[in-house]
């Protein structure tokens, strides 16, 4: 493992992260800083498993999570501590794939269906009430489905990623917070996931998980792709959910199949140029799944799991240097007890408290 050029100093400023097993109950909270120890919270509410996505609302003040076997939107209230309170539901009309939040916070938007998908447009509430905001809206194709999402930072976009059809579509975002059809679909590999976005808006990325690359477009202003010209660019085996530094300089790339956290610069024009890659854990077969990034850039958490304790589930952290290559942090190695299979969006970093 090649260490990159370490920050001066870590953001002492702490947050909460979150995660639950896809195949186990429950959502395991820490209180948690880019330096010491990660301290768990208080309670472990229940979710309903399988279960797939987990969000957070951009100001912090709620946690979302969707069970498959009985789908609904579950709400919960991100009180003193980060305890979480359970909340109202909505019933949701197909098995729920993921959530993700328009900056606005008002406007939240669920991915349903394995096939003939559709896109449920949700109005969370000043109490974290959520409700659905007008019909869904199909992707268009029975194919369609297993589809994860993205909001763009100006909130005029959403972008999902479909399995079945491997493409990518692209979908306007009304005043209203409702959706558009789907008005572009561009080409994925096998397995397209979990669209990343920089923060200025300029670039999209996507993990194709059976081709076991990462795919870069640049984005228009009207929100339309146009894939980078060298893309895909290789990955690890299974590469999964991706982070992005609040800059938009770096990319880590977690590969399930692989023992390794991928590494990439983020080029002006959308190109990404490979960093030294680092691996997950000191351990054979236990590697990582999802990533989630620290407010100030710093330090990227990532959530695995450990397939000789039955799939547990393990969070760590990694330095993040100057020069954007991780350095990992061997005094964390959080095993999550009752977790199982960290498969889907299954970690959420909450900023501040």
Known sequence: MTAGTQPASADPIGYYIYAHGYLSDGIAGYAAADTGQPTPIAGRPATGMPNWPQAASPDGRFLYTAPTTDPRLISYAIGPGGVLTPGASLPLPDVPIDITFAPNGRDAYVVVGLVNAAVVPVRIGADGVPVQNGPATPLGAAMDGIGSAAVSPDGR???????????????????????????????????????????????????????????????????????????????????????????????YVPNMGSSFLSSYAIQPDGTLQPLPNVDFSTQTGVYSEATVMSPSGRALWALGQDPMRGTEEVLRRFMIGDDGVLTRDDSVDQYIDGTAVADGRTLTLVPGH
């Open 157 to 251: 976009s959403l972008y999902v990623a479909s399995v079945p059809d491997r493409q990518v579509l692209v979908l306007d975002i009304r005043p209203d917070g409702t959706v558009s059809p789907a008005k572009q679909r561009v080409g994925g590999g096998i397995n397209p996931l979990f669209p990343t976005i920089t923060p200025d808006g300029r670039h999209l990325f996507i993990t194709n998980e059976l081709s076991g690359t990462v795919q870069a477009f640049n984005r228009a202003d009207d929100g339309t792709l146009t894939e980078v010209a060298g893309s895909p660019y290789p990955a690890g085996i299974l590469p999964h959910v991706s982070s992005i530094t609040p800059d938009g300089r770096y990319l």
